[in-house]
């Protein structure tokens, strides 16, 4: 069956380029990123995989562990790791998942038939630390995906986690968040000391409440 966003994200043991794994033992308490690159040596995924090693920082400052998976076999991943790091500037600093069976790959659907049966489409999927999925996108094979973007829905997601608030267009942290339609003005007033400014009885701006 198709996961769903709250689905619990489903456990599975591998080996990856950092040793064998088991998933949820891995993702221990925090958040995490799983996405599938569809091939090895391909140059898309190849500028992807070195952004996110560059990038690994900002995934740690919130506390996400980031991990990648295709279906090609670790000897494989470790050869091209040399190439990412040489081409990209950077030293990939996360496990790559070889999944040569597929099994994790058809865990998480990742193989659409339609677009190709011999690889994964480009799936993310953001993973809570209730284990629980909150985010999943799926890219072509063809359009390299937008990390600061996902480092944005995290962001999102943690502030919404802790607060009765949600995030409007395009926004950005330290900017103005929306109250929740189910909070009243009167308990808006109490949970949100900075205040709230009412353009629509439904749309309710107050800032960011932890900044
Ligand atoms: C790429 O990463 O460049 C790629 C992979 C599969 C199909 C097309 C492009």
């Keep these: 069956m198709a996961l769903r966003l709250g ?33 090895d040596f ?21 506390g996400v562990k980031v991990i990648a998976i295709s279906v090609d076999p670790l000897e494989s991943h470790k050869g091209w790791t040399k190439d990412i790091n040489e081409t990209q500037h ?24 339609n677009a190709a049966d011999n690889m994964t489409v480009r799936s993310v999927f953001v993973i809570g630390p209730d284990k629980k999925i909150k985010l999943m996108i799926t890219y072509p094979a063809s359009c390299g995906r937008n990390f600061d973007e996902l480092l944005r829905v ?5 502030l919404t986690a802790k607060y009765k608030v949600a995030t409007p267009v395009n926004w950005k942290d330290g900017q103005d968040c929306i109250v929740v ?9 109490k949970l949100f000391p900075k205040g709230f400014r009412a353009v629509k009885p439904y749309l309710r701006y107050t800032p960011q409440p932890n900044k």
């Design 181 to 189: 339609p189910a909070v009243s003005d009167d308990d808006a007033k």
């Design 42 to 62: 391909t140059p898309v995924c190849t500028t992807e995989l070195g952004y996110v090693a560059r990038v690994k920082g900002e995934f740690e400052k919130r």
């Design 7 to 39: 689905d619990e994200a489903p456990n599975f043991t591998a080996d990856t380029t950092e040793g064998k794994i088991n998933f949820h033992e891995w993702l221990g308490n925090g958040w995490g990123i799983l996405f599938s690159h569809p091939k």
């Design 90 to 113: 950077c030293t990939v600093n996360f496990p790559l998942i070889a999944d040569p069976e597929k099994k994790t790959a058809m865990l998480y659907d990742m193989i659409h038939p």
């Design 154 to 158: 995290v962001d999102s997601l943690q």
